[in-house]
């Protein structure tokens, strides 16, 4: 009896084939897209067929490549925060980070530095950025949605203080080419978001950080007592937000060729809704994936509602809409979830 347990069948003998396993088989990869990026994904779809049926050339290969450029400043924060919120955090100062770090890269390039360092000062000035929220709320103990919100109001008088609440413009092209320059003929900006989406995944998938991660939004207590270092951990992943929203401060100054005080006001919002609305619960989870898909969906319901010529206060409530639909659905299968276990 043992042997045949261990062995499976006799020799000679093919098993059978067990009744009803395609049908398990089917049962579990839907399962799986319902329960993963299946419903994100679909919702995009649904958009996209609307918006085809009502919104004039929605449809051109040019306008879908500007939908993934126009993105490209959601997207690249996105990767940031989706680091941040899996351990449970939140960054509200995402949008302030991308205001001040590319007007001080404006001004930098106005005083006569080169672009390439125009660059640097961005990805720099928001590494600090970044660090600073980290450091506040890994080592002081404050709560992240304080220390960020704070960040954010000193963020935006800091950028209208340095730039005397004027619009600066006119860069090198060694700093404007990042936003305006094709590689294949497609826009370098969906390469750099693609590659940043890429980078980010590996990170959490493959690395010893990236598990680290996971194990600090799965159970804070837990992983410190398996010895995972959870401040440095932390402060780490806000440094990272503070690095991406530098380098989207990039993209946005880049594509604009110029650096406006209000710049990427209510930016954080989205970035947050489109991690949401991708499957990543706002109190950390192990789905990180439907990212990439939120983003889409946040840029194609904006490029809509631009083809439509929605108002933009009414842009604005739809975007409202869509963020409390996405903190609602994470709320509602949170619950479900609490009872099945």
Same mark, same amino acid.
């Given at each position: 009896? *043992?042997?045949?347990?261990?062995?499976?069948?006799?020799?000679?003998?093919?098993?059978?084939? %067990? &009744?009803?396993?395609?049908?398990?088989?089917?049962?579990?990869?839907?399962?799986?897209?319902?329960?993963?990026?299946?419903? =994100?994904?679909?919702?995009?779809?649904?958009?996209?067929?609307?918006?085809? =049926?009502?919104?004039? #050339?929605?449809?051109?290969?040019? #306008?879908?490549?500007?939908?993934?450029?126009?993105?490209?400043?959601?997207? =690249?924060?996105?990767?940031?925060?989706?680091?941040?919120?899996?351990?449970?955090?939140?960054?509200?100062?995402?949008?302030?980070?991308?205001?001040?770090?590319?007007?001080?890269?404006? =001004?930098?390039?106005?005083?006569?530095?080169?672009?390439?360092?125009?660059?640097?000062?961005?990805?720099?000035?928001?590494?600090?950025?970044?660090?600073?929220?980290?450091?506040?709320?890994?080592?002081?103990?404050?709560?992240?949605?304080?220390?960020?919100?704070?960040?954010?109001?000193?963020?935006?008088?800091?950028?209208?203080?340095?730039?005397?609440?004027?619009?600066?413009?006119?860069?090198? *092209?060694?700093?404007?080419?990042?936003?305006?320059?094709?590689?294949?003929?497609?826009?370098?900006?969906?390469?750099?978001?693609?590659?940043?989406?890429?980078?980010?995944?590996?990170?959490?998938? %493959?690395?010893?950080?990236?598990?680290?991660?996971?194990?600090?939004?799965?159970?804070? &207590?837990? *992983?410190?007592?398996?010895?995972?270092?959870?401040?440095?951990?932390?402060?780490?992943?806000?440094?990272?937000?503070?690095?991406?929203?530098?380098?989207?401060?990039?993209?946005?100054?880049?594509? $604009? #060729?110029?650096?406006?005080?209000?710049?990427?006001?209510? $930016?954080?919002?989205?970035?947050?809704?489109?991690?949401?609305?991708?499957?990543?619960?706002?109190?950390?989870?192990? &789905?990180?994936?439907?990212?990439?898909?939120?983003? $889409?969906?946040?840029?194609?319901? #904006?490029?809509?509602?631009?083809?439509?010529?929605?108002?933009?206060?009414?842009?604005?409530?739809?975007?409202?809409?869509?963020?409390?639909? *996405?903190?609602?659905?994470?709320?509602?299968?949170?619950?479900?979830?609490?009872?099945?276990?």
């Amino acid at each position: 009896m *043992a042997e045949e347990r261990a062995g499976g069948t006799e020799p000679g003998k093919e098993q059978a084939p %067990q &009744e009803g396993s395609g049908k398990r088989g089917v049962r579990g990869i839907l399962a799986r897209f319902l329960t993963g990026t299946g419903p =994100i994904l679909a919702a995009w779809l649904l958009l996209c067929v609307v918006l085809a =049926i009502v919104a004039p #050339n929605f449809l051109e290969f040019d #306008n879908f490549t500007q939908i993934v450029v126009q993105s490209a400043v959601i997207g =690249i924060a996105a990767v940031g925060m989706t680091f941040v919120i899996i351990t449970a955090g939140i960054d509200l100062s995402v949008g302030s980070i991308v205001a001040l770090t590319g007007m001080l890269a404006a =001004i930098s390039m106005q005083g006569g530095v080169p672009g390439f360092v125009g660059i640097l000062v961005a990805l720099g000035a928001g590494l600090l950025i970044g660090a600073f929220n980290g450091f506040s709320t890994t080592y002081f103990g404050i709560t992240p949605f304080i220390v960020t919100l704070a960040v954010l109001s000193m963020g935006r008088g800091l950028t209208l203080a340095v730039s005397s609440g004027q619009t600066v413009f006119g860069f090198p *092209a060694s700093f404007t080419f990042v936003g305006q320059a094709e590689i294949l003929g497609i826009s370098l900006l969906v390469w750099l978001t693609l590659a940043v989406f890429a980078i980010g995944y590996f990170v959490l998938t %493959q690395t010893v950080f990236g598990h680290q991660v996971y194990a600090i939004g799965g159970n804070k &207590e837990a *992983a410190r007592l398996a010895g995972i270092p959870v401040r440095r951990v932390s402060f780490l992943v806000y440094a990272i937000s503070g690095l991406c929203a530098g380098l989207s401060a990039v993209v946005l100054t880049s594509r $604009l #060729n110029s650096a406006l005080p209000s710049a990427a006001e209510g $930016l954080e919002l989205q970035v947050i809704a489109a991690v949401v609305i991708g499957g990543l619960r706002s109190s950390g989870a192990r &789905e990180h994936g439907g990212t990439l898909v939120g983003v $889409l969906l946040i840029g194609t319901l #904006n490029n809509g509602l631009t083809l439509l010529n929605v108002p933009p206060f009414w842009v604005q409530f739809v975007q409202g809409v869509v963020i409390f639909l *996405a903190v609602l659905v994470d709320a509602l299968n949170r619950r479900r979830e609490g009872r099945a276990g």
